[in-house]
C-alpha cells in the first residue's frame, strides 16, 4: 500500500480552484487520491467514479494520450509540461496545459505527483488570432507601394518588404537580422522612447524628411523617408518602423520641366567615369574653365548641365550656343550681340548670349567648330572679360564661367592649323573626357533603367519590365550613337508600347533586323574564353546546374544583376 501523502488534497485543491486550475493528486502506484471541482469540469468526472482508482483506468488515457509522464517526472526530478487537444461530445476542442510534478519524502522516495491541468483554449485562440493578423499584416505590407522596414530597440532589421527590396536593391534575406546602419544613413531610422511628455518632441519623428542613400549597385538614391518609434508599453520603445518611397522620378519630373540636372542624372558602373564622378564636385564648385570632350551622344550637355546646377552660379542663367549651328557671320553676332545700325536692318542694339549669361555659365558646343576669326575675340573674353559687340566701340563687361565640348580633339585641330593654339590652353584648364558606350558595356543595364525611369516621369508612363529577349537585344547593340541613341530607342519603344512591358516588337525596325541575321551555313564555333575567364565561367555553370538553369536564381545567388549575368552568358559562349 503506498505511504500517505504529507498534505490534505481538499486544501491544496481549494488553491488551486481559485486560480481557475485542476489539480489531481495520484499515490506512488498512480492512483487517483483526490481531484478538485477543477479538475471535475475539465474531465467531466466526479469524484466517487475515479478516487481510489488507477489514473490510467479513470480517465481512459484521455489526458494522457497513450504518454504517462508520472515515471518520466520522477526519474527527472522535476515537473514536466504537456499539451493535449480534447475533444468534447458536442464536436468542439479545447486546448489544455497539463503539469506534471513528482511528490517527494524527506528522503528521496516518490510518495506520487500532482497532476495540473489549466484550460488555455482562448490563449490559443488569441495567438492563433495574433499570428493571423501579423501574417495578413505582413501581407498588406508586402503588396504597398512604398518601401517598409522595422527594426529593434537595437536597430537590427525584423522586417523589410518587397518594394524595399526593389528600391534599395537589397535582398530581405540580406538584410533581416542586420543593423539598418549597414545599408542605410544612421539618420534614416529614428529610435528612442516611443512616447514624450513634450508633444511637439513626441511627433518629431512622424515629419517627412528626404535623404540620399546607396543603392547595392552603388548608385545615390533620393528618399522620401517617415520614421516612427514602436511601443512596447508606456514609456517602452520597442523599435521603430520606417516607410520610404523613391523620389528619383520627381527628381527626373522637376529636372525636365526646369531643364536642370543633378548628379542623380548621371549613373556608371565604369572606372573611367567614376573619375570624373570623384573630381565633379570640386570642378563643379570651382569658377574655372572647363572643356569635356567626347564622341557625339555621350552626354556632354548632361555634364555640363550638372557642372552649372551644382556651382555657385546655379541661380543665374546657363546659356549654350552650338557653335557648329550658325555660320560664322551670324555666329559672331548671336554670341556678342550687336549695336544699333551696326548693319543694315539692326534698328536697335541687342544683346548677345555672352551678356545674357552674364553672372551665370555660358555652354560653347561643338567648340572645335568655332571660325578662326571668331576664336581670338573668344580668347580676349577668356583673358579680360570683355568684348566688342559687332559695330560698338565700347568694350562690353561680363561676369561669365565657359564651358567647352567638343566631339572632335582639339589638339589634333591645333596640329593642323584649325585651332588657335593660345585658346586651346585657355580652354584647357579642366579637361573631362567621357569614353563612348561601346567602351562600357557594363553601363548599358544602368542607363536603360535610369534613361526608362526619366522617360516614365516625363511622360507620365508606367513600364513594370523589359521582356528577357528584347533586353537581350538591346545589351548585344554597339550604339554608334552611344548614350543618345540609347535614349531615342528606349524613347520609341515607350510610344509603341501601350501595355506594361517592352516586347521586342516595340523596339526600332532597324535594331530588331540585326538581332536575326539571317541563317547561314555553318555556325562559326565560340572562341574559348580567355584563361583568367576560365573560372568565372565554370562557376556560372556550375551555378546555372544548380538552380535548373533559371537565370533570376542564378544571378542572386552569384551576386550579380540579371542583365549582367545574361552578358556573360552570351560572353563566354554559355548554352543555358
Not at 527626373?252 to 520641366?257: F, K, Q, S, V
Not at 579680360?384 to 589638339?411: C, K, M, Q, W
Request: hydrophobic share 40%.
Amino acid at each position: 500500500m503506498s505511504p500517505p501523502l504529507p498534505f490534505s488534497g481538499d486544501q491544496l485543491g481549494a488553491v488551486f480552484d481559485c486560480l481557475s486550475a485542476g489539480l489531481v493528486l495520484l499515490s506512488a502506484d498512480r492512483t487517483v487520491v483526490s481531484l478538485n471541482r477543477t479538475a471535475e469540469a475539465l474531465t467531466g468526472m466526479e469524484p466517487r467514479a475515479v478516487v481510489g482508482r488507477p489514473c490510467q483506468e479513470a480517465f481512459a488515457a484521455r489526458f494522457c494520450e497513450g504518454d504517462c509522464l508520472f515515471h518520466s517526472a520522477a526519474r527527472q526530478g522535476g515537473p514536466l509540461t504537456g499539451h493535449l487537444e480534447i475533444r468534447e461530445p458536442d464536436g468542439e476542442t479545447r486546448q489544455l496545459l497539463k503539469i506534471v510534478a513528482p511528490l517527494r519524502d524527506a528522503g528521496g522516495g516518490v510518495l506520487g505527483c500532482m497532476e495540473i491541468f489549466q484550460d488555455v483554449t482562448a490563449f490559443q485562440e488569441l495567438m492563433e488570432r495574433i499570428g493571423r493578423e501579423s501574417r495578413r499584416l505582413r501581407e498588406i505590407l508586402d503588396h504597398l507601394d512604398i518601401g517598409v522596414f522595422t527594426c529593434d530597440r537595437g536597430g537590427h532589421i525584423t522586417f523589410f518588404n518587397t518594394m524595399a527590396e526593389t528600391i534599395t536593391g537589397y535582398l530581405r534575406r540580406e538584410t533581416l537580422g542586420q543593423p539598418y546602419e549597414k545599408f542605410f544613413p544612421a539618420e534614416l531610422c529614428r529610435l528612442g522612447p516611443a512616447a514624450s511628455p513634450d508633444p511637439q518632441a513626441a511627433g518629431a519623428g512622424a515629419g517627412a524628411r528626404e535623404i540620399e542613400i546607396t543603392t547595392s549597385d552603388g548608385r545615390p538614391r533620393p528618399l522620401k523617408v517617415k520614421s516612427i518609434p514602436l511601443a512596447a508599453g508606456p514609456g517602452r520603445d520597442a523599435g521603430a518602423l520606417t516607410t520610404f518611397s523613391d523620389l528619383s522620378l520627381v527628381y527626373h519630373y522637376r529636372n525636365a520641366l526646369k531643364d536642370r540636372y543633378t548628379f542623380y542624372d548621371m549613373v556608371s558602373n565604369d572606372p573611367a567615369m567614376h573619375k570624373i564622378f570623384e573630381i565633379l564636385p570640386a570642378v563643379a564648385e570651382s569658377d574655372t574653365t572647363v572643356l569635356i570632350e567626347g564622341p557625339t551622344g555621350t552626354g556632354k550637355d548632361l555634364l555640363a548641365k550638372v557642372i552649372h546646377t551644382a556651382s555657385p552660379r546655379k541661380h543665374h542663367p546657363l546659356v549654350k550656343v552650338n557653335c557648329a549651328a550658325l555660320p560664322g557671320e551670324l555666329l559672331e553676332s548671336e554670341m556678342f550681340g550687336y549695336a544699333k545700325g551696326a548693319f543694315t536692318g539692326a534698328e536697335r542694339d541687342k544683346p548677345g548670349r555672352f551678356q545674357d549669361a552674364d553672372g551665370g555659365t555660358i555652354f560653347l558646343d561643338e567648340i572645335g567648330d568655332l571660325p578662326l576669326s571668331l576664336q581670338a575675340k573668344l580668347l580676349r573674353v577668356l583673358e579680360d572679360r570683355e568684348f566688342y559687340p559687332l559695330g560698338s566701340r565700347r568694350p562690353t563687361r561680363v561676369d561669365v564661367r565657359i564651358v567647352s565640348a567638343t566631339n572632335r580633339g582639339l589638339h589634333h585641330l591645333v596640329a593642323e592649323g584649325r585651332f588657335r593654339q593660345d585658346l586651346f590652353y585657355r580652354l584647357n584648364v579642366m579637361r573631362l573626357e567621357l569614353p563612348p558606350l561601346h567602351q562600357r558595356p557594363g553601363d548599358i543595364p544602368l542607363l536603360i533603367q535610369h534613361v526608362l525611369e526619366r522617360l516614365c516621369a516625363e511622360k507620365n508612363r508606367r513600364i513594370d519590365q523589359i521582356a528577357e529577349d528584347a533586353l537581350a537585344i538591346l545589351l548585344n547593340h554597339d550604339y554608334p550613337g552611344n548614350v543618345r541613341e540609347l535614349e531615342n530607342i528606349l524613347e520609341h519603344a515607350l510610344i509603341i508600347c501601350r501595355g506594361r512591358v517592352i516586347e521586342p516588337h516595340h523596339l526600332p525596325l532597324e535594331l530588331q533586323a540585326a538581332a536575326c541575321p539571317p541563317a547561314t551555313p555553318a555556325t562559326p564555333a565560340v572562341p574559348p574564353a580567355p584563361a583568367g575567364e576560365g573560372a568565372e565561367r565554370r562557376r556560372i555553370l556550375e551555378a546555372l546546374a544548380r538552380h535548373g538553369g533559371n537565370r533570376a536564381r542564378t544571378a542572386r545567388s552569384l551576386g550579380m544583376d540579371r542583365t549582367t549575368l545574361w552578358r556573360k552568358i552570351k560572353r563566354y559562349g554559355i548554352e543555358a
